[in-house]
């Protein structure tokens, strides 16, 4: 089992900035992979950025320029930072991760989740 735990959610103003944490740890292998995911509200679950053990990211087209995705193997921690948030980023962050070492993107490569962490963006 993989135990995931999502921290940093909460109340942004419109343009700030925000550091979403995700602390992985159980049965996990030091080749991995892991994916930040959201759900806005009404709507499924899409890919935000994910990131290689090595350090190889994908992110959406609709967010590239906004986020960065990092991570401290020695800690166990991936980092998600989303700049210049809208309205639009509202919904609940989800952290996965999944035991191959190849990239991707796909949310059916990732098999643990945590439980999110809620981002609301309102003056």
């Known amino acids: 089992q993989v135990q995931l735990v999502e921290s940093g959610g909460g109340l942004v103003q419109p343009g700030g900035s925000l550091r979403l944490s995700c602390a992985a740890s159980?049965?996990?292998?030091?080749?991995?992979?892991v994916g930040w995911y959201r759900q806005p509200p009404g709507k499924q679950r899409e890919s935000v950025a994910t990131?290689?053990?090595?350090?190889?990211?994908t992110y959406s087209d609709s967010m590239k320029g906004r986020v960065t995705i990092s991570r401290d193997n020695d800690k166990n921690m991936v980092y998600l930072q989303i700049d210049r948030v809208s309205a639009e980023d509202t919904a609940v962050y989800y952290c996965?991760?999944?035991?191959?070492?190849?990239?991707?993107?796909?949310?059916?490569?990732?098999?643990?989740w945590g439980q999110g962490t809620q981002v609301t963006v309102s003056s």
């Open positions: 996965g991760w999944g035991s191959s070492a190849a990239i991707s993107s796909d949310i059916a490569d990732y098999h643990y």
């Open positions: 990131i290689t053990q090595d350090g190889r990211a």
């Open positions: 159980g049965n996990i292998s030091r080749l991995n992979r």
